[in-house]
């Protein structure tokens, strides 16, 4: 699926009830999550210790930080649509999210979005937004919820 192109509020509102797409997939690495680590400072084993994770954890891996795969939604969301003509983007709200299965190391991942709805705010599209963030092979996604999105247009 190719990736939607918006260049107005009409143009928003029109997509109102549709799945918009799909990302390409995203494999999560141990350098990644690393790095999450370190910018968060949850070194957790479970995490970062990829020999005692073999061992001790359920899933005899290393798994990502679940606000890490939520800090790759606007990275996946822009490969899904593209909306021009902005001032600014704003993230607004986590309205609900909930996280169903862990992301071993090494996983790819890929956010399948709905666009539920648009309330015009004097020109500001207050944009809710439902994703699933898909493991690849996995019949269970790594979460599912509903985000907002401010849009200035």
Same mark, same amino acid.
């Given at each position: 699926?190719?990736?939607?192109? &918006?260049?107005?509020?009409?143009? /928003?509102?029109?997509? %109102?009830?549709? +799945?918009?797409?799909?990302?390409?997939?995203?494999?999560?690495?141990?350098?990644?999550?690393?790095?999450?680590?370190?910018?968060?400072?949850?070194?957790?084993?479970?995490?970062?210790?990829?020999?005692?994770?073999?061992?001790?954890?359920?899933?005899?891996?290393?798994?990502?930080?679940?606000?890490?795969?939520?800090?790759?939604?606007?990275?996946?969301?822009?490969? &899904?649509?593209?909306?021009?003509? /902005?001032?600014?983007? %704003?993230?607004? +709200?986590?309205?609900?999210?909930?996280?169903?299965?862990?992301?071993?190391?090494?996983?790819?991942?890929?956010?399948?979005?709905?666009?539920?709805?648009?309330?015009?705010?004097?020109?500001?599209?207050?944009?809710?937004?439902?994703?699933?963030?898909?493991?690849?092979?996995?019949?269970?996604?790594?979460?599912?919820?509903?985000?907002?999105?401010?849009?200035?247009?």
């Amino acid at each position: 699926m190719s990736k939607v192109i &918006i260049h107005n509020l009409a143009e /928003l509102e029109a997509c %109102v009830g549709r +799945e918009l797409g799909v990302s390409e997939l995203h494999t999560i690495t141990q350098e990644q999550i690393n790095q999450f680590a370190a910018a968060t400072h949850d070194h957790q084993w479970i995490h970062t210790d990829p020999a005692r994770a073999q061992v001790e954890s359920p899933f005899q891996a290393t798994i990502a930080h679940g606000y890490l795969t939520v800090a790759l939604l606007p990275y996946l969301w822009q490969q &899904i649509v593209a909306i021009e003509n /902005l001032k600014m983007q %704003v993230n607004y +709200e986590i309205e609900s999210l909930r996280f169903n299965q862990a992301v071993t190391v090494n996983s790819q991942v890929r956010l399948r979005a709905s666009l539920l709805s648009v309330a015009n705010l004097r020109g500001i599209a207050k944009t809710r937004v439902g994703v699933t963030l898909e493991i690849e092979g996995s019949k269970k996604p790594a979460y599912a919820g509903v985000v907002t999105f401010l849009y200035h247009f």
